[in-house]
């Protein structure tokens, strides 16, 4: 199965994408940790894809095709792409590389967004995310410290939003047309939203 997990930043695609992957078997695919690893790397893609997320946009289109073909060339049984495509062009091109089964569109609304994204804490090590509010300790069960990530602030989450409204969302048509979108309520527990995707996928199936 070839599966987009969609949705505003904050939405919990991440969190969602691990259960999804284990239960199916699926390689998961997260464009974003790819380009923090790049970042990390001081790479050239990552050297320019830093230039533009510190200010909370998107990195251009031909930086994140070349980092997806590299991820999709050992996918040979399908996949889970999280946080791409995040623009109408980068959906036409994917469409041109693979046929996509569903597209999973976790859905959440702003003011739960920034409060979930300013009291998040990562984990240095494996990627894994924290609360503030409900995790007070310091490091993750694999050992790796947790940090706040620079640009999880309110005005840079903020701005993300604005662009993930005009630029990201419209993919959401793209994919209606195609009638591969599957709504999901991203509110709730992390149990509760795995649950309606569980029945998403059995609906897909069933198609």
Do not use: W
């Not at 991440?14 to 699926?26: C, F, K, P, R, V």
């Not at 510190?54 to 990195?59: I, N, Q, V």
């Not at 073909?69 to 959906?91: H, I, N, V």
């Amino acid at each position: 199965m070839k599966i987009v997990l969609f949705g505003p930043p904050g939405a919990g695609k991440g969190t969602q994408a691990e259960h999804i992957s284990n239960m199916y078997g699926l390689p998961h695919i997260s464009t974003g940790a790819v380009l923090r690893r790049n970042i990390e790397e001081k790479t050239q893609i990552g050297l320019v894809a830093l230039q533009y997320i510190e200010r909370g946009r998107l990195a251009p289109d031909d930086v994140m095709m070349d980092v997806l073909k590299m991820e999709l060339s050992g996918c040979k049984k399908g996949f889970l792409l999280d946080g791409f495509p995040r623009t109408l062009a980068q959906a036409e091109a994917l469409d041109k590389i693979t046929d996509v089964d569903v597209v999973l569109n976790i859905e959440i609304d702003a003011d739960s967004v920034v409060e979930r994204i300013v009291n998040r804490m990562v984990c240095s090590k494996c990627g894994k995310n924290y609360n503030k509010k409900i995790h007070s300790h310091t490091a993750c069960d694999c050992g790796g410290e947790l940090i706040v990530r620079k640009d999880d602030n309110e005005e840079v989450v903020r701005e993300r939003l604005r662009v993930y409204e005009s630029e990201t969302r419209p993919v959401t048509e793209h994919y209606l047309k195609q009638n591969k979108l599957a709504h999901i309520d991203g509110h709730g527990t992390i149990e509760e939203v795995f649950e309606r995707i569980k029945q998403a996928l059995y609906d897909y199936d069933k198609k």
